[in-house]
């Protein structure tokens, strides 16, 4: 029978090298955490590796550095602004400014739309009290000249019309663009509903020292 190659070798003077000993619990669980570290260790050092994962943390650094130099200033850390959000915010406050420009010029208009209708409302009350009750004479020659609306205005009248004109006891109201010779009492009347019709009424008892502007023939 041939003889195993372990007897071969003790009969040739040569022993085989004894195994190690197998290493204890605690030490094969460090060997295991060493052979994993140098694997990551590895895959981090392949080509392409280290290209974005070093631009990650040298990012994270650089906003950590201008954080703690706002904060070191007293100033609050900056806020990144997205471009969009941005042009969001600006067609927001430019759409809040047209409708605030909008409820203006409505407001305007009704405000407007208001004084007109107020105005006509007057004058048709004036037209009423007055209708009928005028004093202007087609024969008379004098001009009594007065201001009103900013400008020099006359009234055609005679000579008793001017007395009675001058000491208060008539007076003159404008409608249509025409000067309209009235009794003191009506005159009141149109004052009190529509005050910017009365032209003139002079106070009572004033005299011919009212007539500021004189009387003069008409000319025609």
């Given at each position: 029978?041939?003889?195993?190659?372990?007897?071969?070798?003790?009969?040739?003077?040569?022993?085989?090298?004894?195994?190690?000993?197998?290493?204890?619990?605690g030490?094969?669980?460090?060997?295991?955490?060493?052979?994993?570290?140098?694997?990551?260790?590895?895959?981090?050092?392949?080509?392409g590796?280290?290209?974005?994962?070093?631009?990650?943390?040298?990012?994270?650094?650089?906003?950590?550095?201008?954080?703690?130099?706002?904060?070191?200033?007293?100033?609050?850390?900056?806020?990144?602004?997205?471009?969009?959000?941005?042009?969001?915010?600006?067609?927001?406050?430019?759409?809040?400014?047209?409708?605030?420009?909008?409820?203006?010029?409505?407001?305007?208009?009704?405000a407007?739309?208001?004084?007109?209708?107020?105005?006509?409302?007057?004058r048709e009350?004036?037209?009423?009290?007055?209708?009928?009750?005028?004093?202007?004479?087609?024969?008379?020659?004098?001009?009594?000249?007065?201001?009103?609306?900013?400008?020099?205005?006359?009234?055609?009248?005679?000579?008793?019309?001017?007395?009675?004109?001058?000491?208060?006891?008539?007076?003159?109201?404008?409608?249509?663009?025409?000067?309209?010779?009235?009794?003191?009492?009506?005159?009141?009347?149109?004052?009190?509903?529509?005050?910017?019709?009365?032209?003139?009424?002079?106070?009572?008892?004033?005299?011919?020292?009212?007539?500021?502007?004189?009387?003069?023939?008409?000319?025609?």
């Amino acid at each position: 029978m041939v003889d195993s190659l372990r007897d071969q070798l003790l009969k040739a003077g040569l022993q085989p090298s004894p195994k190690p000993p197998a290493p204890a619990r605690g030490e094969r669980a460090a060997q295991d955490a060493s052979r994993a570290g140098a694997g990551k260790r590895d895959t981090s050092s392949k080509p392409g590796a280290g290209a974005s994962g070093d631009r990650a943390p040298a990012r994270t650094a650089q906003r950590g550095r201008g954080t703690a130099r706002a904060q070191a200033a007293g100033k609050p850390a900056p806020r990144r602004v997205d471009a969009s959000q941005e042009e969001i915010d600006l067609a927001r406050a430019y759409a809040l400014r047209h409708a605030q420009e909008q409820r203006e010029k409505a407001a305007a208009e009704r405000a407007a739309a208001e004084r007109a209708r107020r105005r006509k409302e007057q004058r048709e009350k004036a037209q009423a009290l007055v209708q009928g009750k005028t004093l202007n004479r087609a024969e008379a020659e004098l001009m009594r000249h007065f201001e009103y609306g900013g400008k020099i205005r006359r009234v055609h009248v005679d000579a008793a019309q001017l007395r009675a004109l001058n000491a208060g006891e008539l007076g003159v109201i404008q409608l249509d663009g025409r000067y309209w010779l009235v009794e003191r009492a009506l005159a009141e009347s149109v004052r009190e509903v529509a005050p910017q019709h009365v032209a003139l009424l002079p106070d009572p008892g004033a005299g011919d020292d009212a007539d500021e502007f004189g009387a003069l023939p008409d000319p025609a």
